[in-house]
Nanobody
């Protein structure tokens, strides 16, 4: 079956760094746009960063530009989110999303990993 498994979350101090990983299985990874979302308590889920199926196009939320970097390794079926200069407002559950580049309705979600930025 399709699986997206996030890892790498944890507790860090403001200004620190984390690298999130998402391991994909059960589908043709290189046919999917991969996106990181996050959801903080009391807030709606928001897009953080997205990358096209072969990495040719990347977009970021304004709030993370210059601090976060999304990347993917299609040979390993992995997508990453390098998070630097973390702020308390980055605290959220981070989710990995896979969306087929052509076919509507082919969308998958991971279970999420908690990121907490606090001193």
């Amino acid at each position: 079956q399709v699986q997206l498994v996030e890892s790498g979350g944890g507790l860090v101090q403001p200004g620190g760094s984390l690298r999130l990983s998402c391991a994909a299985s059960g589908f043709t990874f290189n046919n999917y746009v991969m996106t990181w979302y996050r959801q903080a308590p009391g807030k709606e889920r928001e897009l953080v960063a997205g990358i096209t199926s072969v990495g040719g196009s990347i977009n970021y939320a304004d709030s993370v530009k210059g601090r976060f970097t999304i990347s993917r390794d299609n040979a390993k079926n992995m997508v990453y989110l390098q998070m630097n200069s973390l702020k308390p407002e980055d605290t959220a559950v981070y989710y990995c999303n896979a969306d087929h580049r052509f076919l509507p309705g082919h969308v998958y979600w991971g279970q999420g990993t908690q990121v907490t930025v606090s001193s």
